[in-house]
């Protein structure tokens, strides 16, 4: 179609000579991967340890060994006194502390078992339950190394003032973990597909919004909907360009995610593509919808960034779709950047081939035609 | 062949506001005709309604012979628009926004090129022709709009305000623009608040409130009102709903 050609001349232009939107366009991506991912992180490291050990035996030396040699604890304190340890946790000095009772040595070799206790500082619940699972499964490898059960005995502490009877009941099982997919569980290997998807994302809806916006703001929107052009022609003129850039985008944070993160690229590269060609259906579709709805730039963009604030978050993107009430689980179904967040993650670490994400795939194609649909309906060149 | 623009009891309501009530008139072929009315008289209303942005409440308009309610496509291509907010991009020079507008319209490359050739002739734009429209100053740009909406040789222009804030000397280059196109048969209707403008028109329309309150050649319309100038008509017609505001404030 020749008006289309010409039309999409127009846009090109307008967005190269346009330096805010070049910027955002192409810088901001890279150094938003670039600090997001390095930011949002549940790993814990270094975690500030005081012993309290009151047995003195090489067995009990060991366990703070094993402990301090995962690189994840680091002892800061050591006392014969429990108070002194508590007082450390009370002023924030030391994030966990391990007690070892008398006798732990002589209760391993005559019973083959013995507790050590656990204590937890759980302001920052989730940190709490990562450490104390950290320290489970080094204990429980500890306990396999000697040949005799240790069983942890876990307190996790809101304010030393709360109660300090141990949480009794919990046999050691023994826990081998190993991380599939990710062994050493890089969180920026699981973060930075996620932050692709948000950076295709924002850059689809957000400038598709804004850039028709912007035209009804300047009167150019008028006067194009006075000339013979048809809807179609001008939707394509709009999306086109748009659609090629966050592919841009996604490939520029591609080799970003492999070149700085070493994020392994295991399936195909091309499938990544397709996806994307099929989720940005969806995401354009929004910002089209959205520009038929507001008047202004202002109130384009705060309409985006709260409805993708809901959609991220409940995306499974920072935080797992399976932690969830059902209702948010049924609506993450519904949700495109939960799809493509997962889709991403199987392809890229698990190397998921397309009959593995097919689901997937299914999901974004109907979420897609249905959001551009509509928006396509909802835009016209007359008002009623 | 029928008037270039024939309105027949069009009505426009927002709600229970009635921008535009029931109006009724023609235009001929080649005829410039003023559409005068205060701010909020009903003119744009009225304007987007015959290039086909705004669907009539009810009555019926026709433009270059189409119904604009039931054939707004065809409308679109025969008519030009000038909005009373500049409309050409700012961001293009002036060269692309002549080829992306010939473009659009379905012009060959050879016309846009020639065409475009003789509009820059015609504006002695030839130095800024690679300039970016947003360098130029504002009066240019006026008449730049007016001749890229000639470009494709509609049978009808709507100018919507099309000298608000450019000076006289520009006004009346722009108004001669308006006479060579009419001269050649395009059919031109114009709003404007300048009155001594709608004395350059052949016919005028005056709205008040949603209705044609006085329409004839201008000196119909001075002669109905006993008025010296279009000024005085205009004051006239327009006095007594500003006193009736008041009153309800």
């Known amino acids: 179609m020749r008006v289309l050609g010409f039309l999409l001349r127009k846009e090109f232009l307008q967005i190269f000579r346009d330096r805010t939107i070049l910027g955002m366009l192409f810088i901001m991506p890279v150094i938003q991967l670039l600090v997001l991912a390095n930011a949002v992180t549940f790993e814990v490291t270094s975690v500030r340890m005081a012993v309290v050990d009151m047995d003195h035996s090489s067995m009990s030396r060991g366990v703070v060994t094993s402990l301090a040699a995962s690189g994840r604890f680091v002892p800061v304190e050591s006392s014969q006194s429990q108070a002194l340890a508590d007082g450390a946790m009370l002023d924030g000095s030391v994030n966990m502390i391990v007690v070892i009772p008398e006798g732990f040595a002589r209760k391993l070799e005559t019973m083959r078992r013995a507790q050590v206790q656990l204590i937890f500082d759980a302001e920052d619940g989730a940190a709490a339950g990562v450490m104390r699972s950290y ?78 916006v912007r035209e009804k703001e300047a009167g150019t929107l008028d006067q194009l909907n006075v000339t013979p052009i048809t809807r179609t022609t001008f939707i394509a003129a709009k999306l086109i360009p748009l659609w090629s850039i966050a592919m841009v985008d996604l490939m520029i944070g591609l080799v970003v995610a492999r070149l700085v993160f070493h994020v392994p690229m295991l399936g195909s590269l091309l499938l990544i593509f397709v996806a994307a060609t099929i989720y940005l259906a969806g995401a354009l579709g929004i910002g089209l919808w959205i520009s038929t709805v507001v008047e202004t730039q202002q109130q384009a963009m705060f309409l985006i960034f709260s409805l993708l604030m809901v959609y991220l978050l409940m995306g499974g993107l920072f935080t797992p779709l399976r932690g969830m009430p059902v209702w948010a689980q049924w609506a993450a179904d519904l949700n495109p950047i939960a799809h493509f967040v997962a889709l991403m993650r199987s392809v890229l670490l698990k190397g998921s081939g397309v009959r593995d994400v097919a689901g997937h795939l299914l999901a974004l194609t109907v979420i897609g035609a249905c959001v551009l649909g509509i928006a396509v309906r909802q835009y016209h060149k007359s008002s009623r | 062949m029928s008037a270039a623009i024939d309105v027949h009891e069009m009505t426009r309501r927002f709600g229970n506001f009635t921008a535009v009530d029931a109006i009724t008139f023609d235009v001929q072929r080649g005829e410039v005709f003023g559409f005068l009315g205060a701010n909020g008289a009903g003119k744009t209303t009225a304007i987007k309604m015959l290039i086909g942005l705004l669907a009539p409440t009810s009555g019926r308009a026709s433009v270059a012979g189409f119904d604009v309610a039931t054939n707004a496509e065809s409308v679109r291509r025969h008519i030009g628009y000038m909005s009373q907010r500049f409309s050409l991009y700012e961001d293009l020079t002036v060269r692309e926004n002549i080829t992306l507008y010939g473009g659009i319209y379905g012009l060959t490359d050879d016309e846009i090129r020639e065409r475009g050739k003789a509009l820059i002739g015609g504006l002695h734009l030839e130095r800024a022709a690679g300039a970016r429209v947003a360098s130029l100053p504002l009066g240019w740009k006026q008449k730049l709009a007016f001749s890229v909406a000639l470009l494709h040789r509609p049978a009808v222009v709507f100018l919507d305000e099309p000298t608000g804030g450019v000076d006289p000397i520009t006004r009346r280059q722009f108004w001669e623009i308006i006479y060579d196109a009419a001269e050649g048969g395009t059919t031109i209707l114009v709003t404007t608040h300048y009155l001594d403008e709608a004395e350059y028109c052949d016919r005028i329309s005056i709205m008040v409130d949603g209705r044609i309150a006085a329409m004839g050649t201008p000196s119909e319309v001075k002669g109905r009102f006993g008025a010296a100038s279009l000024d005085d008509v205009f004051t006239e017609l327009v006095r007594p709903q500003a006193v009736a505001v008041a009153q309800h404030a």
């Open chain 1, 135 to 212: 320290a489970s499964a080094i204990l429980a490898q500890y306990s396999l190394d000697v040949g005799a059960q240790i069983f942890p005995v876990v307190s996790m502490r809101l304010s030393p003032a709360a109660e300090r009877a141990p949480v009794r009941g919990r046999p050691v099982l023994e826990v081998r973990h190993r991380g599939w997919y990710n062994p050493a569980l890089d969180y920026r290997e699981y973060m930075v597909p996620g932050i692709l998807v948000i950076l295709v994302t924002i850059v689809g809806s957000l400038l598709t919004a804004m850039n028709i």
